[in-house]
């Protein structure tokens, strides 16, 4: 079993910045990829960036490459980030982290824990 908690959402001006954070805890916590996603009321759950364990590879959806990163610290209980730059209208969502047993997943259905969301607004 994995636990996830999302924090750091908020509202911001387009242009501006934000840093959410997912910790996660659970037992074997070795053997997951940790993912972002978003989405709005009405529309399917977004993949966003994804880091393996090892902080190795990542992977990030199109429309956040070069703007958003992720990242990972494993020094006392681990934590995922996801540091978002130059925000705009259309990054408004609830955002989640995920846990999956896979290597780098992109697709929703191959999470099998959630976090319980974090809204991000982003103003014109």
């Known amino acids: 079993q994995v636990q996830l908690v999302e924090s750091g959402g908020g509202s911001v001006q387009a242009g501006g910045s934000l840093r959410l954070s997912c910790e996660v805890s659970?037992?074997?916590?070795?053997?997951?990829?940790i993912g972002w996603f978003r989405q709005n009321p009405g529309k399917e759950r977004e993949f966003v960036a994804v880091?393996?364990?090892?902080?190795?590879?990542?992977?990030y959806a199109d429309s956040v490459r070069g703007r958003f990163t992720i990242s990972r610290d494993i020094a006392k209980k681990l934590m995922v980030y996801l540091q978002m730059n130059s925000l705009k209208p259309e990054d408004t969502a609830v955002y989640y982290c995920?846990?999956?047993?896979?290597?780098?997943?992109?697709?929703?259905?191959?999470?099998?824990?959630w976090g319980q969301g974090t809204q991000v607004t982003v103003s014109s």
């Open positions: 880091i393996p364990w090892n902080a190795g590879d990542t992977i």
């Open positions: 995920a846990a999956a047993e896979r290597s780098l997943p992109q697709k929703a259905t191959h999470y099998s824990y």
């Open positions: 659970g037992r074997s916590l070795s053997m997951y990829t």
